[in-house]
Each structure stands twice: as C-alpha cells, then as structure tokens.
C-alpha cells in the first residue's frame, strides 16, 4: 500500500465529513469507494456512448437505404404515370 497526501477545498471537505457522519465510515474508505463508482461510471458511459455511436451508424445506413428506395419509387411512379398514359392514348386510337 502506498501513502499519499491530497489537498481538498473546503466544499469537498464538507461532503467528507457528511458522508463520514452519515455513513459511519472512515474518509479513506469513503474515498476509495467513490473512487470505485467513478471508474465503474466511466467505464459505463463509454460502453453507452460505443453503443450510441454503432447505433447512430445502423440509423445512418437505414436512412440512406430509405433515401434510395424513395428515389426508386419516385422513379417507377412517373414511368407508371407515363404508361397509363400512353395506354389511354392507345385504347382511345383503338
């Protein structure tokens, strides 16, 4: 075990000694526990946030196959378009 020394503003000492009274624990291990949810949230929010940016990737190629499939449409709807007209010119030629 390694000894250190650390110095804390006032504010920070004050949340040490309430949590010491209210939990009946010493500050090292206060400050040990909360070092280890620190480190545990961190970890946390770098997992989500890989998520996040797989996700937002899946979204990306969804609204890019949405974009192609909506261009595609549009195109086989003005040849549809364009074919009932001409059928109708047909059939009125008949």
């Not at 890989?50 to 609204?63: D, F, M, P, T």
Request: net charge positive.
């Amino acid at each position: 075990m390694q000894k250190k020394t650390y110095v804390f503003d006032d504010n920070t000492l004050e949340v040490l000694k309430t949590l010491r009274e209210e939990l009946g624990k010493k500050e090292t291990q206060i400050i040990k526990e909360a070092l280890r949810l620190y480190f545990e949230n961190h970890r946390n929010n770098r997992e989500v946030m890989a998520s996040l940016n797989e996700l937002v990737g899946r979204i990306e190629a969804i609204v890019s196959q949405i974009a192609e499939l909506s261009y595609r449409l549009g195109k086989c709807e003005e040849r549809n378009r364009v074919l009932e007209g001409e059928l109708r010119k047909l059939k009125k030629n008949q």
